[in-house]
């Protein structure tokens, strides 16, 4: 790890303009992680620009400070104007299927190959790139962004701590999952003390939901069913009632499927999404010693020991009869 930021500290040493991403549908903590890795680059005197694949969801916008670009920007060209950028940091990308076309439009537009700086915590990262920063002991991308600053000297702005805050608060289900621990507790106290307003952040996330989302919730908490003796439950959501349930916009379903472990006795929980009439989007979670990382991927999907997720071909019923096989064996 320190050998692998001193590279890091190196290589920005030769280049000027960085892309700072992260994977596709970006969550809090790859959200808070760009932000607050621009902040810091910035600070070291580089010019950065964020490339993602997808927007930025709603909740956490006001962790935005200036904007940030989408690889379908039909722009995104004017920042190649004025040179090349030499460098790509992926933050919080674990699985290649989620890394998105960041680095294919670069490679296309410039012909170039850029120093790609691969900075995660998850255990199912290949390790792809040139650098490569991961400690899958973290809590988050954003408490490795903060070592990295911590590393280079780079005092945090206030609102730099609020976005690596944010990626903290997130991965750690609010300090509630296994993560939680000395390092974390310790990154979120430092983040305080450069700034961060923990009930601001908390309050921005989690208690200003869209009422679609309310009723989402009421509907998926009434899906939920017991298998394996009650040692698994299983919430689904056809395409057709997610249309209905939320007509317009983007569907916020963060966080629903840690109901499914909350049900007493349950050790492995899932939240199937049917995306399309073809495709079934499962994401798992654990409490005890189910390693749903394993599960999610021996499916082609990866993540962590207790959250994990997988993109499964099929419809509904034949996904979660899919699933169920594979979890039952790990019980
Ligand atoms: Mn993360």
């Known amino acids: 790890m320190t050998e692998s930021i001193n590279e890091f500290r190196t290589a920005l040493e030769q280049v000027e303009k960085v892309i700072v991403t992260t994977h596709i549908n970006p969550d809090g903590d790859a959200v808070g992680s760009v932000l607050g890795m621009r902040a810091i680059l910035e600070k070291l005197g580089k010019k950065v620009e964020i490339v993602l694949n997808d927007e930025i969801p709603p909740k956490y916008r006001f962790l935005i400070d200036r904007p940030v670009r989408l690889v379908s920007d039909p722009d995104l060209e004017e920042i190649m104007t004025d040179g090349a950028f030499e460098m790509i940091v992926y933050l919080d990308a674990s699985e290649r299927e989620r890394i998105g076309s960041v680095l294919e439009w670069y490679q296309g537009r410039s012909g170039q190959n850029p120093v790609i700086v691969n900075v995660d915590h998850h255990v199912s990262n290949d390790g792809f790139g040139d650098i490569v920063i991961i400690d899958p002991t973290r809590s988050s991308a954003a408490e490795l962004v903060l070592e990295i600053a911590e590393s280079l000297d780079v005092d945090l702005t206030p609102q ?172």
């Open 160 to 331: 730099a701590a609020d976005q690596l805050f944010a990626g903290v608060l997130t991965d750690t289900g609010c300090f509630q999952y296994s993560n939680t621990n000395v390092d974390s507790l310790r990154a979120a106290g430092s983040l305080v003390e450069a700034g961060a307003t923990p009930s601001r952040v908390a309050d921005r996330i989690y208690h200003q939901r869209a009422l679609n989302f309310y009723r989402l919730l009421g509907y998926l908490l009434g899906t939920m069913d017991l298998h394996h003796g009650g040692r698994t439950c299983v919430m689904t959501l056809p395409a057709g009632n997610a249309k209905a349930l939320w007509p317009e916009g983007e569907m916020d379903t963060e966080g629903i499927v840690d109901y499914t472990i909350q049900v007493a006795d349950v050790e492995v929980g899932i939240f199937l999404r049917e995306t399309t009439p073809d495709t079934c989007r499962a994401s798992l979670r654990s409490r005890g010693g189910v390693n749903v990382q394993k599960i999610a991927e021996s499916l082609g999907g990866g993540g962590h020991a207790g959250a994990a997720g997988c993109t499964l071909k099929g419809t509904l019923d034949e996904t979660r009869e899919r699933l169920l096989a594979v979890v039952e064996k790990r019980l």
